[in-house]
């Protein structure tokens, strides 16, 4: 059974940096992506940030991009979100996910196995 677990929420002021950690286990994730999404009260979850673990290829949202970095520790099965100058816009429950298929994409829809979140607080 796959297992995905969060780890690294918090309260942050603006501008600040907090680190999301993503252990994963239970299947040979191979090239399959892991990704990153968020979902605030009210809103559809969104895309943030994806990359697969075979060859580290990333794929970001554009509110992001130049803020937020993707990685992964192939020996640790883990996938890190390094969050820089963080904005209360920020402000959501963040989920791991890893992907049903090889293809990239940005819709949860592609996205077989999801964590239980994790929360993440930007006041101003």
Request: charged share 15%; aromatic share 12%; hydrophobic share 35%.
């Amino acid at each position: 059974q796959v297992q995905l677990v969060e780890s690294g929420g918090g309260l942050v002021q603006a501008g600040g940096s907090l680190r999301l950690s993503c252990a994963a286990s239970g299947r040979t994730f191979s090239n399959y992506p892991m990704g990153w999404f968020r979902q605030a009260p009210g809103k559809e979850r969104e895309f943030v940030a994806a990359i697969r673990w075979s060859d580290g290829n990333t794929s970001y949202a554009d509110s992001a991009k130049g803020r937020f970095t993707i990685s992964r520790d192939n020996a640790k099965n883990t996938v890190y979100l390094q969050m820089n100058n963080l904005k209360p816009e920020d402000t959501a429950v963040y989920y791991c996910a890893a992907a049903a298929s090889l293809l990239w994409s940005s819709s949860p829809y592609a996205y077989a196995y999801w964590g239980q979140g994790t929360q993440v607080t930007v006041s101003s």
